[in-house]
């Protein structure tokens, strides 16, 4: 889609600027500059405008600023909100369900199409209309589904050993919502999300400034 | 607690080791070694060994490195995981109920203690013992508990005015997992974890090796 290359880091600020354009934009506010954008996020003008020539499809006018609207569309286009991706939930506790019912996904372009589990009780049922398997037809709903993205939500006990088995039914990513390191192939993308950790460091920032 | 400083960077890198380290303790492994964090980490030894330095309390031999034991507990000592701080949680939906009913939490250092909602049918009811509250109470709770965090899972729509509310309650952290952008005082510190984003930037990173 594109041949431009992000640093991991100009990733991670794209869903905020993002955001914060959105608000704009529901205030009726229709241009931005790269100096307003840098005092909202403490940052410098010149990473702000490094970001936003990455993924502009237009330039801004020196002085008059970018449209927030096209922005938006750019930023969208480029983190693939547009170019819709297949997931799945690996395990259909607490959080997988919520995984399973949230339609935040969508919007940005991740279709949630099933769910795996082990309890024999769930398989069969389905949450929200996304059907609930069982592992052993991980690789066929890939296959069938193309889906990407694996998200993990099993306990960290069990989270090797279904990276193993998403591995071997090849999927693309995982993001892995367990608080276990998981080894897969590097031909796999991981991400951790420790939601408990990320908590932690919240509190230890706060703790900090005391 | 301590009077050291890590970066935003080290923060954020600090669960990855502890998830790592813990698999080597289950391993049965006990020594670990800079270079062989590097490895696993994909970074400089040197980074490794700051990173290390900063948190332990005990210094590593060269030639024989680190106990794991003693890394595991200066990381979870460092970030927290032994100094409870009680949180929130802002929005009873899917992704609200989850965070309620997590019990991983509570390793992290975090107790979740209760729930807020402007639903009148879920007021006086409870998630796995926690109640559920109109956000009129919301000082008395945060004051009462002596509440720390919220962890804000509203809609994109209704986030500001929940981030207001736990602002004028006193609140001194909030995990914002709504896809909108926060405008608080500085004195708050804020964490944005958008969900779909942090799965579009996987998708995307999928992307670019395609």
Not at 110 to 115: E, K, L, R
């Amino acid at each position: 889609m594109t041949e431009k290359k992000a640093t991991l880091r100009q990733l991670e600020r794209y869903p905020n600027y993002l955001a914060y354009l959105k608000k704009l934009d529901q205030r009726g506010i229709d241009k931005v500059s790269s100096p307003m954008l840098a005092g909202v996020f403490n940052c410098s003008e010149e990473q702000v405008r490094k970001d936003l020539h990455l993924i502009a499809k237009r330039s801004g006018k020196p002085g008059s600023g970018r449209s927030v609207k096209e922005l938006i569309e750019d930023i969208e286009d480029f983190l693939g909100y547009n170019s819709e991706k297949r997931a799945i939930v690996m395990g259909v506790g607490n959080l997988g369900t919520a995984f399973l019912r949230y339609n935040g996904f969508i919007k940005a372009g991740i279709d949630v199409v099933a769910g795996f589990d082990s309890d024999p009780k769930k398989l069969g049922k389905s949450v929200e209309g996304k059907p609930i398997y069982a592992s052993s037809e991980l690789k066929k709903v890939i296959e069938a589904k193309d889906v990407t993205i694996a998200i993990v939500t099993v306990p960290a006990g069990s989270a090797q050993s279904v990276a193993d088995e998403l591995s071997e039914a090849g999927i693309k990513a995982i993001c892995n919502f367990s608080p276990a390191h998981l080894n897969v192939d590097d031909s796999i993308e991981v991400l951790n999300v420790d939601l408990a950790a990320t908590l932690a460091v919240l509190s230890h920032k706060v703790k900090d400034r005391e």
